[in-house]
């Protein structure tokens, strides 16, 4: 019989838009995902989860997971092996921030250590599956690397441009109880925006890498968005609410991703207790998140009996 192997996966949270980014930039956040992957004899799969979504994801095939598995595999003309997937969650599910694309990209990277030694899965095969599944690269492409990353789609797949993150952007993260579906928000944009939003949201998105890679101090100028987060608002309209309460007192914030959870870029650690103290006065209960952005994307260790940690 082979050698059952494991290997153990840990991937973060992600905020993409960050304003004016659309489609385009996104962080990676210090919320992590973590699952271990032991193989089986084919046809056998066994899911055990805990934390977010216990409740509601599918414990079969359909596990979003096992298909980025199956997925790899197929991409690499390998049987597919049975499965053990113990996942532990702790991005939340629907909030905007990043849990379909850091599943998948959970389950890429697991392909990738289940086939090492066998099929080498580089960065860039595992971007371009992982935007094959999710649809659009700027939530999986700081999942897989870290930091802020830049990604954009040319004739030969998606790509991606990782930057640091100046010392003094603090993210917090504010959480609602209730969920937004992805492609009911993505539905809310238009097609078509005047010339003078497009050209407005390219001056912010070259502002802000600045802001965010050099100078803290832009952020709120940086942060200014015409082309997704209005037309957003009526399907989130606590998340619209908690925005511009924030942005009135002065905080960079943002909806994260597609919503409904709203994103702080804050000047400093110090400045997010004030940030807090903002939430509160809603009528809509907010849970804070203070962050910090992961710097090494996700990971993963062989655990194998035997293999070198």
Do not use: C
Not at 76 to 105: D, K, Q, T, Y
Not at 159 to 185: E, I, Y
Request: aromatic residues 4%; without cysteine.
């Amino acid at each position: 019989m082979t050698t059952p192997r494991t290997v153990a996966v840990r991937v973060p949270a992600t905020s993409a838009n960050l304003g004016p980014g659309f489609d385009t930039l996104g962080l990676a956040l210090s919320v992590y995902d973590e699952l271990t992957v032991t193989t089986l004899p084919a046809g056998d799969l066994e899911i055990v989860v805990t934390g977010e979504g216990a409740e509601d994801v599918p414990t079969d095939a359909s596990h979003l997971v096992v298909r980025a598995i199956a997925y790899a595999y197929e991409a690499v003309a390998r049987p597919m092996p049975g499965l053990h997937l113990e996942a532990h969650n702790a991005i939340p599910h629907g909030r905007g921030m990043g849990s379909s694309g850091a599943a998948v990209v959970a389950g890429l990277l697991a392909a990738k250590g289940l086939l090492e030694g066998e099929v080498h899965l580089d960065d860039a095969t595992l971007l371009r599956l992982a935007t094959e599944l999710e649809g659009h690269p700027d939530n999986v492409a700081p999942a897989l690397f870290g930091g802020l990353t830049i990604a954009w789609i040319d004739e030969t797949g998606p790509q991606h441009k990782k930057l640091l993150v100046h010392r003094g952007v603090s993210p917090l993260v504010f959480v609602p109880d209730f969920r937004m579906s992805t492609s009911v928000a993505r539905s809310l944009a238009p097609v078509q925006v005047p010339r003078e939003d497009a050209v407005f949201n390219v001056s912010r998105s070259a502002l802000l890498i600045a802001a965010l890679t050099q100078s803290p101090e832009l952020l709120i100028a940086a942060t200014e968005d015409k082309l997704h987060q209005s037309y957003r608002a009526q399907a989130m309209p606590a998340t619209d609410a908690l925005v511009r309460a924030l942005r009135a007192e002065g905080y960079a914030a943002v909806v994260s991703g597609a919503g409904p959870s709203v994103l702080v870029l804050a000047d400093g650690p110090g400045r997010r207790l004030d940030a807090v103290e903002v939430a509160a006065r809603q009528d809509t209960p907010w849970v804070p998140h203070l962050l910090a952005v992961d710097v090494r994307g996700g990971t993963v260790r062989d655990y194998t009996e035997g293999a070198t940690p």
